[in-house]
């Protein structure tokens, strides 16, 4: 049995999920983009969590600014 995209939604399954970011997208896939690969959600809309475009798990620190004297 085929199904076609637009009938998706009506069947009584777990949708996929991508599996960077976990988010529904039923239609995610990695597409090929001047030489690298990326995780997009249908075709279209790149991945929050795609690594190709800087993404890190970790936090980085944030910078600390101190703040300049006013010369009287």
């Known amino acids: 049995m085929s199904t076609f995209p637009s009938c ?6 777990v949708p996929p999920t991508c599996p960077g970011c976990r988010a529904h997208a ?9 030489g690298l690969r990326v995780l ?17 798990p970790v936090p980085a620190p944030l910078a600390v600014v101190e703040p300049l004297g006013v010369a009287a």
Not at 8 to 13: A, F, Q, S, T
Not at 26 to 34: A, L, S, T, Y
Not at 44 to 51: E, F, G, M, Q, S
């Open 8 to 13: 998706y939604g009506l069947l009584d399954v």
């Open 26 to 34: 039923p239609f995610w896939r990695w597409v090929r983009i001047d």
């Open 40 to 56: 997009t959600h249908d075709g279209d809309l790149i991945c929050t969590k795609d690594r190709t475009f800087g993404y890190t």
